[in-house]
């Protein structure tokens, strides 16, 4: 029963491909988010949606495009893939926005080859 | 800008030792802290939410503690099933600002 799920877990693939990762959450949440956890571990926040309205967009290029189709999902596409996305994706729900805790999927671990 | 930071960067233990860990931050109206902790492979697992200085939780071997300018996740009588990253994170508008981690090691 797990409570926010994401797939693929691990997505190798070649520059310049355009990829996907799904992420689902059963917890009636209303807050989605992806992070990006680089090579040093530091977890970074790169989107965040409120029942399907982006709230949260910090300065990442415009390859990557969330896309909410309703609150329960949260999906990341990215395009003409660059060595330098190779890292942890995750996702992440709360039940509102703020100070309010997260709770995390197992990631994606994305490699450019 | 709020920042977090976390010491030390990584932690070795003998099963039993106590020890503490530390998180400063700088943020304009502290609204929280959080403590994480990430296992290899795995999204963080959330701990413990801090709100006012002077506050205290607890959970089987830890102990997470907040004053105005930092936190301290005290871990008593570790065993190895306690290694893992701890992460702490403050909130910053709609978003978390998190620290760097401390990787645990406790050896038997």
């Known amino acids: 029963d797990t409570a926010v799920s994401q797939t693929p877990k691990y997505l190798v693939t070649q520059m310049g491909n355009d990829k996907s990762i799904k992420c689902e959450q059963n917890l009636g949440h209303d807050t989605m988010y992806w992070y990006k956890q680089d090579s040093k571990k530091f977890l970074k926040i790169m989107f965040s949606y409120n029942n399907k309205e982006l709230i949260i967009n910090e300065t990442v290029p415009n390859r990557f495009s969330p896309k909410s189709p309703d609150k329960a999902h949260l999906n990341l596409h990215i395009n003409s893939l660059e060595l330098g996305d190779s890292a942890v994706y995750f996702c992440?729900?709360?039940?509102?926005?703020?100070?309010?805790?997260?709770?995390f999927g197992d990631g994606t671990r994305l490699s450019i080859l | 800008e709020d920042q977090v930071t976390q010491s030390p960067e990584a932690l070795r233990l003998q099963e039993g030792e106590s020890s503490s860990l530390n998180c400063s931050y700088t943020v304009s109206g502290l609204r929280g802290l959080f403590w994480y902790r990430q296992d290899p492979g795995k999204g963080p697992e959330f701990l413990f939410t801090l709100y006012s200085a002077g506050e205290e939780k607890e959970k089987e071997r830890l102990k997470a503690t907040l004053t105005k300018k930092e936190s301290f996740l005290h871990i008593t009588a570790p065993k190895p099933e306690d290694s893992a990253t701890y992460l702490c994170a403050v909130p910053n508008t709609d978003k978390l600002i998190f620290g760097t981690g401390t990787r645990l090691q406790v050896f038997p």
């Open positions: 992440a729900s709360s039940p509102g926005t703020g100070e309010q805790p997260q709770h």
